[in-house]
């Protein structure tokens, strides 16, 4: 009977609000929330009687007072013991259907009964005007401070179920048809407005010590169908029509109390909705949610959310939850602290778990985010110095090249409380987006060098000697985007053909962006180790030469080229370091895949003791690197499926076996990332005017999750660090959807 209730209720919204007010016309049969003109007749007797004592006028006064106080109370305590019960109920699947039963009834009693006031609004408005210093009477301000309460022990149920406000809305709405409505950039619009309408209230409250709002509430007009000005019965209109179209467009865009409590929802241990370690990213979740507050990579942004519970029922993986936050999502830390990170990784602890290798384990604040220290990184033998000079020579005779920028983030480092913050901005690397061309190039120019015996010079690679030496070859390689592209871009240069093989799922931008450079693309059903195993097969085939960037049995020494060619890139970092009169960095996190980005690292700094410390950076869900520093028996281990991660260039199931044995002996720590961090990253970049892919802003990423996890201890105040941009906007459409703006936007501020 329940459940059949709550079908009727939720699917027919707008005629059962239509229904209440037309019952309540009928009802009362005068206008609403206004008392009629006559009373009964044995009432008018009784209650003008003259007879009465002066004993029974004390009583009926004493009893008038307390009938007073009660109906001052009654609304607003009431209203907060259903928050209370509401936050209570969401916990449980069972009960959470019962979402539709309180809007219905709460817009009854709160709205059509009792017209709709005092509100929340009216509380807000007298709370400002008292914390003014103008008087007040508490039951006015009771209804603002209990939700803001209840909101940060219980969430935000306010909204999701009580609100009479939000109800009314929620009941009218009828389309997710247009979606111009539902876009990022009409979101942000709303935002907007909410703030500035709500900077004016406070404005006029300061300037006037008047509440001006009520005499125009349309809300106030809905539940009354009356009001004494006509920009009340103007506003009701708009309200009625855009909440047909726009899901509760007053919350979202108006009501300055949302905009509070969304606040409230950002501070330490608010009770909020977020991914659990269950989550796949199916975006099952974004989907049902009405109000955007979950984006399509299972992100909710806690300011927006209403607690309605959609999006917990819609996850059969069990993927959300309700839990306390552990810290504040739109601001970073500024603890500081002297112990630095190098300091702090040789430390051991009680909590460590000792491996095989005594690499000790450590699972830190939030549960997506894993790290491990190398409590002795040791210098490796298998040092390049001798080839640097070489490499960067034979990519300066590419057309296009030039040393990418070097730029000091000097806002972020004094949130961090650190000395120097440097990023490496590889989003325009030989028109690519990325910096995969320096790893690609160099080793065709090695393999056709090889061809020649060794006698072709960097100069001479673009030439018809080069072009002849790579006459009837067709290169072949995997990627998740940006290798190929670069394989595809270097054997458009030689005039050859180049086939890349891509895992299920890519995006259709990074697949665009490779077919343009020439290639053939073909996307295997599997994931990225299929794409390395489908091309590896087709290598043995005559004539076709694989150029990957991973290292497997019966095929080491071309990942070593790439590898190699990588070193250009570091070379770049300390030239550029010595002309500002800099010292090198301290501190380097680097994005690892399969590990040749990493390994070029370790080859251009051997040197364990002088450093820089050297930190891993993956996916939490495809973290084979770290994976494998956890087994701790000196070899490479896979990771299972390689899970999903917005972050597709570091999508990687498998280690390099050339890369592997350099990073496991040099590096200092290997840190995992939940997606969350990333957004978060690339977001903080874009206020820089920076633009960085999903992948490009892990290694920032890391750092914010280490330094908001650790409070700070990790970082100490004289520590330089670098940070490498690995791309730009390799995935425009998704870009947009993270940050809001595209990447001409970003460029422009």
């Known amino acids: 009977?329940?459940?059949?209730?709550?079908?009727?209720?939720?699917?027919?919204?707008?005629?059962?609000?239509?229904?209440?007010?037309?019952?309540?016309?009928?009802?009362?049969?005068?206008?609403?929330?206004?008392?009629?003109?006559?009373?009964?007749?044995?009432?008018?007797?009784?209650?003008?009687?003259?007879?009465?004592?002066?004993?029974?006028?004390?009583?009926?006064?004493?009893?008038?007072?307390?009938?007073?106080?009660?109906?001052?109370?009654?609304?607003?305590?009431?209203?907060?013991?259903?928050?209370?019960?509401?936050?209570?109920?969401?916990?449980?699947?069972?009960?959470?259907?019962?979402?539709?039963?309180?809007?219905?009834?709460?817009?009854?009693?709160?709205?059509?009964?009792?017209?709709?006031?005092?509100?929340?609004?009216?509380?807000?408005?007298?709370?400002?005007?008292?914390v003014l210093g103008e008087e007040f009477k508490i039951h006015t301000i009771v209804w603002f401070v209990g939700i803001v309460v209840t909101t940060y022990l219980f969430g935000r149920v306010w909204c999701g179920w009580i609100c009479h406000l939000g109800a009314l809305q929620e009941f009218i709405y009828s389309s997710k048809k247009i979606e111009v409505l539902r876009s990022q950039r009409a979101q942000s619009i709303m935002r907007w407005t909410r703030y500035i309408l709500s900077t004016a209230l406070i404005v006029q409250l300061i300037t006037t010590r008047d509440i001006l709002f009520s005499h125009i509430d349309p809300f106030k007009a809905a539940f009354n169908l009356s009001s004494y000005y006509r920009a009340g019965w103007i506003l009701l209109g708009i309200l009625l029509i855009s909440s047909l179209f726009v899901y509760r467009p007053f919350c979202r865009a108006v009501c300055p109390v949302g905009l509070v409590l969304g606040w409230i929802n950002r501070l330490p241990g608010a009770s909020i909705i977020g991914k659990n370690e269950n989550c796949v990213k199916c975006r099952t979740c974004s989907n049902v949610c009405t109000s955007q507050a979950i984006d399509e990579y299972a992100i909710v942004s806690n300011a927006d959310c209403i607690m309605c519970g959609d999006c917990l029922d819609s996850c059969k993986k069990e993927g959300l939850s309700r839990y306390r936050k552990k810290y504040v999502d739109s601001t970073i830390s500024l603890s500081y602290s002297k112990s630095g990170l190098l300091g702090s990784l040789f430390q051991k602890s009680s909590s460590i778990v000792e491996l095989s290798r005594n690499i000790p384990y450590m699972k830190r604040g939030k549960e997506d985010n894993e790290n491990i220290f190398n409590p002795s990184p040791s210098t490796i033998r298998a040092s390049s110095q001798n080839k640097i000079g070489d490499v960067v020579r034979f990519h300066q005779s590419l057309p296009r090249y030039s040393p990418s920028p070097l730029i000091s983030l000097d806002t972020v480092a004094a949130e961090l409380g650190i000395k120097r913050l440097y990023i490496k901005d590889e989003g325009n690397r030989f028109g690519l987006k990325a910096f995969k061309a320096l790893g690609a190039s160099y080793a065709v120019y090695r393999i056709l060098k090889d061809r020649s015996g060794g006698s072709l010079k960097a100069e001479e690679f673009l030439t018809e000697r080069g072009r002849s030496l790579a006459g009837g070859v067709t290169f072949c390689c995997a990627t998740d985007g940006n290798h190929g592209r670069a394989v595809a871009w270097i054997a458009g240069l030689l005039e050859r053909p180049s086939i890349v093989f891509m895992p299920h799922g890519t995006v259709p931008a990074r697949i665009n962006a490779i077919e343009s450079e020439g290639a053939e693309v073909i996307v295997v059903k599997g994931g990225y180790d299929e794409a390395v195993k489908r091309a590896a097969e087709k290598g043995k085939e005559q004539d076709v030469i694989v150029v990957a960037d991973v290292g497997y049995p019966g095929y080491m020494t071309i990942p070593r080229y790439i590898q190699e060619g990588y070193l250009t890139l570091f070379k770049e970092v300390l030239m550029q370091s010595r002309e500002r009169g800099e010292k090198p960095p301290d501190t380097i996190f680097i994005q690892s895949g399969v590990g040749a980005f990493a390994s070029a690292a370790a080859l251009f700094f051997p040197d364990a003791e002088k450093g820089p410390a050297l930190v891993s950076v993956e996916p939490t869900e495809s973290a084979c690197l770290l994976h494998s520093a956890e087994k701790g028996n000196d070899i490479p281990h896979s990771v299972a499926s390689g899970g999903r991660t917005i972050m597709a260039g570091l999508n990687c199931e498998t280690p390099s076996r050339t890369a592997w044995p350099l990073i496991?002996?040099?590096?200092?720590?290997?840190?995992?990332?939940?997606?969350?961090?990333?957004?978060?990253?690339?977001?903080?970049?874009?206020?820089?005017?920076?633009?960085?892919?999903?992948?490009?802003?892990?290694?920032?990423?890391?750092?914010?999750?280490?330094?908001?996890?650790?409070?700070?201890?990790?970082?100490?105040?004289?520590?330089?660090?670098?940070?490498?941009?690995?791309?730009?906007?390799?995935?425009?459409?998704?870009?947009?959807?993270?940050?809001?703006?595209?990447?001409?936007?970003?460029?422009?501020?």
């Open 664 to 749: 496991r002996n040099r590096f200092t720590a290997f840190v995992s990332i939940d997606d969350t961090f990333t957004v978060e990253a690339m977001r903080l970049l874009a206020r820089e005017g920076l633009v960085s892919g999903e992948s490009g802003a892990a290694g920032l990423a890391a750092l914010l999750a280490i330094h908001r996890e650790k409070g700070g201890t990790f970082l100490k105040p004289d520590e330089r660090i670098l940070l490498i941009n690995t791309e730009s906007d390799t995935d425009p459409v998704a870009y947009e959807k993270i940050v809001g703006r595209s990447s001409t936007e970003v460029e422009g501020l």
């Open 1 to 130: 009977m329940t459940g059949t209730l709550i079908k009727i209720i939720s699917g027919y919204r707008g005629i059962m609000a239509l229904i209440i007010v037309i019952s309540w016309v009928l009802i009362q049969g005068t206008a609403l929330g206004q008392e009629p003109d006559f009373l009964p007749l044995d009432t008018v007797e009784t209650t003008k009687s003259v007879a009465m004592s002066e004993f029974s006028e004390s009583i009926d006064t004493h009893k008038s007072n307390e009938s007073e106080t009660f109906e001052k109370y009654k609304y607003p305590i009431g209203a907060l013991l259903f928050t209370i019960l509401a936050g209570i109920l969401i916990r449980f699947k069972q009960t959470r259907p019962t979402r539709p039963l309180f809007l219905m009834g709460l817009l009854v009693i709160l709205g059509f009964i009792h017209g709709g006031c005092p509100c929340p609004i009216s509380s807000f408005q007298n709370f400002i005007l008292a």
